[in-house]
């Protein structure tokens, strides 16, 4: 089994920074593919960022290419998401997934069998 735990969320301006970090016990972390979603109000979640067990291969969502960038630390067993010119469209509660599934990272979140609790984050205009 897989605990990940979430922190970073919080209140800011468009255009702010915010850096998330997840926080991972149990398995062998070195061995999941790391993703981070996103659910909107009144929206279905969605991929935002992953990379690869190996953390060679790193995917983004079309909407935060270029200002997101996914980081993992094997050694201190976390993967970070740094998130730079915030939009209000931004908003959401983001959620860190693992996933023992596959040689290839999947942006699919049926993918990834293990779930944190996911932290808010609110982009104001």
């Known amino acids: 089994q897989v605990q990940l735990v979430e922190s970073g969320g919080g209140l800011v301006q468009a255009g702010d920074s915010l850096r998330l970090s997840c926080a991972a016990s149990?398995?062998?972390?070195?061995?999941?593919?790391m993703g981070w979603f996103r659910q909107a109000p009144g929206k279905e979640r969605e991929f935002v960022a992953g990379m690869s067990r190996s953390g060679v291969t790193t995917r983004y969502a079309d909407s935060v290419k270029g200002r997101f960038t996914i980081s993992r630390d094997n050694a201190k067993i976390t993967v970070n998401l740094q998130m730079n010119s915030l939009k209000p469209e931004d908003t959401a509660v983001y959620y860190c997934a693992g996933s023992s599934m596959g040689l290839l990272l999947s942006i699919e979140e049926e993918k990834f069998a293990y779930w944190g609790q996911g932290t808010q984050v609110a982009v104001s205009s």
């Open positions: 149990g398995r062998t972390f070195s061995s999941l593919h």
